[in-house]
């Protein structure tokens, strides 16, 4: 126990300056976990975008453009961000393809997304005469988010090998928005 205030003041200062330290130290922490995940989820971004424009040739669908990572705003404020977005030509039909990807899908992201979906027409008058169509695309899902987001009528891709594949059920059919 310190025997007078000189020692008290002491002992507070090095106590203060420790805590400083640790949280210059957290801080840090923080920062580098975030570039480790933003760089694991811009990996998964990255391969599913190819992929998704692979797998949609492989259905039918004519892709004529694709942009990445499109965030939305209206006011100064984001009020949807998309991974993948694709214009899409399918026996006539001018179709938006837009797609979330996650290093690990959870069934609220995947909710999260389907209200993006209704909400895009009001954020994306070029796209208004659009049919729109959605897609996840993960290397993780928490279990039977996948099946959750077939039952949703979402497209789901998953990693094999170098790439994405499509993984929905035979006579599979999307929600059409």
């Not at 200062?13 to 694991?40: A, H, N, P, V, Y």
């Not at 971004?45 to 939305?72: C, N, T, W």
């Not at 399918?90 to 209704?118: N, P, Q, Y």
């Amino acid at each position: 126990m310190p025997k007078d205030s000189e020692e008290v003041r002491k002992l507070l200062k090095e106590l203060l300056k420790s805590q400083k330290e640790t949280d210059r130290m957290m801080k840090e922490t923080d920062k580098r976990m975030k570039e480790i995940t933003d760089g694991q989820a811009r990996f998964i971004e990255g391969l599913a975008s190819p992929s998704a424009e692979r797998i949609f040739e492989e259905m039918g669908y004519q892709v004529m453009d694709i942009l990445h990572r499109r965030k939305i705003k209206r006011n100064g404020k984001i009020v949807a961000e998309i991974d993948t977005m694709m214009e899409l030509q399918k026996d006539g039909r001018k179709i938006l393809g837009v797609g979330e990807a996650s290093s690990h899908m959870t069934a609220d992201k995947v909710l999260d997304f389907i209200e993006c979906i209704k909400n895009l027409r009001n954020y994306l008058t070029l796209y208004r005469n659009y049919t729109i169509i959605g897609f996840v695309a993960g290397s993780d899902y928490d279990k039977g988010v996948d099946k959750f987001a077939i039952r949703n009528e979402l497209y789901v891709l998953k990693p094999s090998g170098e790439q994405m594949v499509l993984d929905v059920p035979r006579g599979f059919k999307p929600k059409i928005w």
